[in-house]
């Protein structure tokens, strides 16, 4: 296959590819397949000669889409969205075709600087202050853990990377049980420990408990504990839980402690005004991470990390070997010492994007419809006799049991095995409990009330 071939073939991905999401709706939304059924099907060892494209596209149609769930389905309602608007999916073309490794600025000097500026259009947009910079990650866990490198090492007196953590006091990280399992993850990549993760205890609300963070604080000083940093939550996965920014933010300061913030879903809702008193005292933090893939339209993966100071993190990751000087030029930004990896994507390019081809204002209705709509098919379910609302909206999520934990799971498989909507699980205080979550790009009214007419079919 050469580059006259790649045109053709390209086009014909493209009218796949718009006839695939026209027709999405007639597709069940999870995957129809077992395990090993895909595998099966494929050779056991590779072709030594070279094969036709026109037989590798057909066997993709053949073999791929039936196998696959589909995360752009518009009822698609389970985890958060991983959305990808037509604009996106352009912008990453173009990405794909150009296919540079954006490591440093003299390797990709467009996509350094267009980060840079979408990164600054984002923090307008969510109406951060300028005291906030950033980079680009992959998702947030990378971002997290990014968070999570710098507390150590700020904490150690910047020892660790060079000494390395045996002999070093026992670090300390403080967030809450409703805090996304990457925090959990961070904590052990970072060689700080499970036991070192501190849950701190939440209130009624499921929110972190600022006296009892103080307290824990508190036991671990007393106890030649090395506290480090606290990691907050907006929108946490399982229910949306919150915590309270400004009040959490206030105890770590005292402490000296450094501050990140998980707003990974609930984010992107900030570019409405109306629902920034969730985060109120958001400009006191050290670090934000949010999720643009998730919410806004923006195609994996795309993850938007705002610094109120970048020296520690790039003190903590930044290494310039020789071979990674850019000579003769004054100071420039690299971002590969913002985070772990060397190698970068262009992701800047569908943010820009994506940013033109819908505006603010119709990313903000796309995000206000859900919510909206979230309510409406909260009221339709909790109508439903049999079904508890377990917890309450916060933005576009929420959860609802049966009363019996075995017959609640036997409802989500047939809900997901009916295939008109996809739904998923968590447990909360230790109940089993089915979570509805409202965020594909494309969907309607009309999808959202889909959910609780499967639930009335499945309970009738």
């Known amino acids: 296959m050469n580059h006259d071939d ?37 050779p056991a060892a590779p072709p030594e000669a070279p094969e036709p494209v026109e037989t590798i596209f057909a066997d993709f149609e053949a073999l791929v889409p039936g196998a696959m769930t589909h995360w752009q389905h518009p009822r698609f309602f389970a985890y958060f969205p991983s959305n990808a608007s037509p604009a996106s999916m352009l912008a ?69 990377n060079s000494e390395g953590l045996a002999g070093q006091p026992r670090l300390r990280i403080y967030a809450s049980a409703q805090t996304h399992s990457s925090v959990d993850k961070a904590v052990r990549i970072a060689g700080i420990g499970q036991e070192n993760l501190v849950k701190v ?78 985060w109120e005292g958001i400009e006191t933090v050290d670090s934000l991470v949010f999720n643009p893939h998730k919410w806004l339209g923006v195609q994996f993966d795309c993850s938007v990390q705002f610094l109120a100071d970048p020296a520690p993190q790039v003190r903590t990751l930044g290494l310039r070997p020789d071979y990674l000087q850019t000579l003769g030029q004054a100071e420039v930004t690299d971002f590969n010492e913002w985070t772990v990896p060397l190698g970068r994507r262009f992701r800047a390019l569908k943010l820009w994007f994506t940013l033109r081809a819908y505006g603010l204002e119709g990313l903000r209705t796309r995000i206000r419809n859900h919510v909206s709509w979230a309510a409406e ?27 019996d934990e075995a017959a609640t ?24 409990v089915i979570r509805v979550q409202v965020g594909p790009f494309d969907c309607t009214r009309e999808d959202v009330l889909t959910i609780p007419r499967v639930l009335a079919d499945l309970t009738r």
């Open 6 to 42: 790649l045109a053709y073939w390209s086009k014909r991905a493209a009218d796949w590819a718009q006839a695939y999401h026209a027709g999405l709706r007639d597709r069940p939304v999870r995957g129809q397949t077992a395990p090993g059924e895909t595998a099966a099907n494929l």
């Open 92 to 160: 990453e073309q173009l990405a794909n075709a150009m296919a540079a490794q954006c490591m440093l600025w003299q390797t990709s000097p467009a996509a350094t600087e267009i980060e840079q500026v979408m990164v600054s259009w984002l923090r307008q947009a969510l109406g951060l202050s300028d005291r906030f910079t950033g980079t680009i990650h992959d998702s947030a866990t990378t971002a997290t853990l990014s968070a999570v490198l710098t507390m150590r090492e700020r904490a150690l007196g910047w020892a660790g």
């Open 201 to 278: 205890a939440t209130d009624a609300d499921f929110a972190m408990d600022p006296t009892a963070l103080d307290a824990a604080i508190r036991a671990d000083l007393m106890a030649g504990r090395v506290p480090a940093g606290v990691i907050l939550c907006v929108g946490a996965t399982g229910i949306g839980a919150t915590d309270p920014i400004a009040a959490c933010a206030a105890v770590a300061r005292a402490h000296g402690l450094y501050i990140h913030v998980d707003a990974a879903w609930a984010g992107s809702a900030m570019i409405c005004p109306e629902f920034r008193d969730l």
């Open 377 to 403: 098919a909260r009221d339709a379910i909790a109508a439903l006799p049999g079904i508890e609302i377990v917890t309450e909206p916060r933005l576009s999520l929420f959860t609802f049991a049966l009363n």
């Open 409 to 432: 799971a036997d409802l989500l498989t047939r809900v997901n095995d009916d295939g008109r909507t996809y739904l998923t699980q968590t447990r909360h205080e230790g109940r089993l």
